[in-house]
């Protein structure tokens, strides 16, 4: 049910548009806090990891503590649960095909319910048979 409801779509539009790009500022609890190896800053020892999964190293000069973001933009928390900047049209289009799908549904369901004339004939029980039979006969007659 999660992709039928148009409440995905709304909201993935309008985080994905407000937040894309913003630059992410970890609170402390979030840092991963560690020693880099003896002799390297924490730019040289986390430098190329950052630079290939993303996030950002809070203190690049430190020798004794690397306190580390595995987020450096808002869009890399995004992508966690399928939101992208790219996406926010077809998630505006689907919202409005959501509106008049639904306007579409209201307007039929009036007519048909209150408007239409009631033909005066056989019931849908007594077509569904007269189709059957008409079947059966044209294929038996087929076949002996």
Partial sequence: MYR????TYW?????ST??????VQCAQAELSIFPPPAGQTC??????????A????QNPASTTEC???SLSVADQFLAGSNI????RWRNFGLMWVFVVFQIFVAVFAYWFFRVRQKKKGPGLAERVAGSFKW???KFWKKQH
């Fill in 135 to 137: 079947i059966v006969t």
């Fill in 4 to 7: 039928v409801s148009p409440f």
């Fill in 11 to 15: 909201v993935a539009g309008i985080a």
């Fill in 18 to 23: 407000m937040l894309a790009g913003r630059q």
């Fill in 43 to 52: 730019e040289q020892y986390l430098g190329p990891y950052a630079a290939q």
């Fill in 84 to 87: 992208y900047y790219s996406e």
């Fill in 54 to 57: 993303g996030g950002t190293i």
């Fill in 67 to 69: 306190q580390y973001c």
